[in-house]
């Protein structure tokens, strides 16, 4: 809140659960993230700004799962090559309006129970009358979700750390 840069991250393939922030008030990227797999998921944020997807500086991948976001828009794919089709994209608050998906809400403006311009994370919980209020695709809420728990961690296979290892100093 109140900085220069979000959530970014080019040039990797690694699983990502970004769920339930609020970021607003920044002077650039929002949310902004390139070569991401389909078990990358956007979901339940608030943002003052856009949710970008792009090729990576390499030409990578946006495969990733957005939904259950409010945001100004959803930026999907940039520059000539990679692939830009989210594995799943739809139900979410694009206040900005012009975003593809199923059940997206592209006008309007959500009403938060602090009011327009909340102070706490709490703040930005969506009202009972409020646009995308259980809009989700899980019934909940669109944006936030600030009685949530931990997500579960991504279904990827980690290797695991390596034991018994020496070090020789000579």
């Not at 939904?67 to 989210?86: C, E, K, L, Q, R």
């Not at 309007?108 to 327009?116: C, L, N």
């Not at 009972?128 to 695709?137: I, K, M, P």
């Not at 980690?158 to 020789?168: D, M």
Request: charged share 10%; glycine share 16%; aromatic share 6%.
């Amino acid at each position: 809140h109140d900085n220069s840069t979000g959530i970014v991250g080019f040039d990797g393939s690694i699983d990502a659960i970004i769920t339930n922030n609020v970021i607003r008030n920044l002077t650039q990227d929002y949310i902004s993230v390139g070569n991401v797999p389909s078990t990358t998921i956007f979901a339940h944020n608030t943002l003052g700004g856009e949710i970008l997807c792009s090729n990576n500086h390499d030409g990578g991948s946006c495969r990733a799962q957005i939904m259950n976001n409010i945001a100004d828009g959803i930026g999907i794919g940039s520059g000539s090559s990679g692939t830009f089709v989210p594995n799943f994209l739809g139900y979410n608050f694009c206040t900005g309006g012009g975003c593809a998906g199923s059940n997206t809400i592209n006008s309007g403006s959500p009403t938060f129970v602090a009011g327009s311009s909340p102070s706490t994370y709490a703040g930005f919980a969506l009202t009972s009358t409020s646009l995308g209020h259980n809009a989700g695709s899980d019934g909940k809420d669109l944006g936030i979700n600030p009685t949530a728990g931990t997500p579960a961690p991504p279904t990827a296979t980690r290797p695991e750390p390596p034991t018994n290892l020496q070090a020789i100093v000579q």
